[in-house]
């Protein structure tokens, strides 16, 4: 099989808001290149319906938002590294702003800021109604195809970090699906934008590729893993009998819907916050209230909303709900909480540099500290925005030569036959981590799960060429891996706190250690 390769000053693996923002950035500073596993307009980013959370006006403050964050990390959030998202996250935006990003505006031109559950102010920035993910992510990739110093690799499967003599990161290993050929490309510096894995999860609003990939590769490469545990579960996701489910933003709440149970009552009417409060909260209500009645979810209700302004400002969704048979104007929504987005990842210090010198992560792939033990809604854009200017800048200021890697290891294969025996596999897991491993846990249940993955590991199919390593045995091979350290992750940590909920035991006290898990 073909081997080409590239040299570059900035590889950036990750075509999400993270990716993207951080090859933006980098283009001014040397070559880069970009290397996304699908098309470039994919990723979770793209689908992101929450907006960005920033001060911007004059009745807000840096003090207020900060707050605000630590309040819903229930004390596990790196205060400094909140500091610096609040700050420089005010100051990003306000240049996405003058570079042309289309917020959305009321009708004499000011920028309209929306309410979501956690935030004490109006600070949130949507863009194209509740298609901020998607407006961002385009926006992105029109000054990406207007720099000349980005290339951009499409389809492109990334199963290797390469290192160099030293241990430091010297680039990675690329399988080009759309040419079926093999790609190295070695860089002093590579930033990791890959993204979450809570695509482990049956029930997810995640696309199918959010299996975490990222975080075996930089583990593998000497990188830590931190609080794998924290899998935030979206507690409005669509239901259906299909288990096929999309997010319902938060902000619908944030316009007035209200949450209720098979009887038609507002559960939460009388909570501190009410629907507005933070995601753990509003999701382990719901999940408390399903477990006393018939129905596997509860009702979103829109009813009492003027159906002109939904359909101005959430038309996307409203659109996705009808064609699923739900009148909205009629009946509550069904919805369920969902496997959303991952606290836990590679761990960085507050420049997003790992252990391993020359490797970077920035995004959902990322543990940099800011969200605690529960993230606040519309602070994950803003992250990537902030730690993804902020690994550019560190590694600039350490420019180096191509580095020289060690071998690149094993030759790669793809063997379409265990397509579908993969695909088997992944669901059984993905039945199993939703059952044991889902919002609420136990120790017994924990236990369980990591038997059945010890014992799934165990009789894992084999590459067919001993010298060569298949797609699907990585792909197998890492799913079982990760989700035996997240569920090892969810039994270390004994206590309750924020989106880790342990049915077995107490309240976590505040400032708790973190939880380091190894994936092997």
Not at 480 to 500: I, K, M, P, W, Y
Request: aromatic share 6%; with cysteine.
């Amino acid at each position: 099989m073909t081997v080409n390769t590239l040299d570059c000053d900035f590889l950036v693996l990750g075509s999400g808001a993270a990716g993207l923002y951080a090859a933006w950035q980098a283009a001014a500073h040397g070559r880069v290149i970009l290397v996304t596993d699908g098309a470039l307009a994919s990723g979770s980013s793209y689908w992101a319906q929450g907006g960005i959370a920033a001060v911007t006006t004059d009745d807000d403050t840096l003090a207020a938002h900060v707050a605000d964050t630590l309040t819903a990390g229930r004390g596990l959030c790196d205060r400094a590294a909140v500091e610096i998202l609040v700050a420089e996250g005010a100051a990003a935006v306000r240049a996405l702003i003058a570079a042309g990003m289309p917020f959305d505006t009321e009708a004499d031109g000011r920028l309209r800021r929306g309410l979501e559950g956690g935030h004490s102010h109006h600070r949130i920035l949507h863009a194209l109604g509740v298609q901020t993910g998607k407006a961002l992510v385009d926006f992105l990739i029109e000054r990406i195809r207007g720099c000349a110093s980005v290339d951009v690799v499409e389809h492109g499967f990334a199963y290797r970090l390469l290192r160099d003599a030293h241990g430091h990161c010297a680039g990675a290993c690329i399988h080009r699906r759309d040419t079926n050929s093999e790609l190295v490309v070695r860089a002093p510096a590579t930033l990791l934008a890959t993204g979450g894995y809570s695509s482990l999860f049956e029930r997810t609003t995640n696309p199918a590729g959010a299996l975490g990939v990222g975080l075996g590769l930089a583990e593998e490469a000497g990188a830590r893993l931190i609080d794998l545990e924290f899998v935030q579960f979206h507690p409005t996701a669509f239901h259906e009998a299909t288990g096929r489910t999309f997010l319902i933003s938060e902000a619908l709440r944030g316009a007035g819907a209200t949450l209720v149970n098979a009887a038609g009552e507002r559960f939460l009417a009388d909570a501190p916050g009410a629907e507005l409060a933070p995601r753990d909260v509003v999701a382990t209500a719901i999940t408390a209230e399903i477990a006393r009645q018939p129905a596997p979810y509860v009702g979103l209700d829109l009813r009492h909303l003027d159906p002109a302004m939904l359909e101005q400002s959430f038309g996307f969704i409203t659109t996705a709900i009808a064609e699923r048979g739900i009148d909205w104007r009629r009946e509550p929504v069904p919805v369920a909480p969902a496997a959303h987005y991952c606290i836990g990842g590679v761990a960085t210090d507050h420049h997003g540099a790992t252990a391993v010198p020359g490797l970077y992560a920035a995004g959902e792939v990322a543990a940099t500290g800011v969200h605690g033990a529960n993230r606040l809604a519309s602070n994950s854009l803003l992250e990537c925005l902030v730690f993804g200017h902020r690994a550019v800048v560190h590694a600039a200021e350490r420019a180096a030569p191509p580095p020289r890697p060690l071998d690149a290891g094993p030759a790669w294969t793809v063997d379409p036959s265990r397509a579908e025996a993969f695909a088997t596999r992944r669901r059984d897991l993905g039945a199993l981590m939703m059952r044991h491993v889902g919002l609420e846990r136990d120790r017994a249940g924990l236990e369980t799960a990591l038997a059945a993955i010890e014992s799934a590991r165990g009789s894992a199919p084999a590459p067919r060429d001993r010298g060569a390593d298949d797609y699907f045995s990585f792909l197998d091979r890492h799913i079982h891996a990760l989700a035996g350290a997240v569920a090892r992750a969810a039994l270390a940590r004994e206590t309750s706190v924020g989106v880790h909920r342990r049915r077995d035991t107490l309240a976590a006290v505040h400032r708790d250690r973190p939880v380091f898990v190894s994936v092997s």
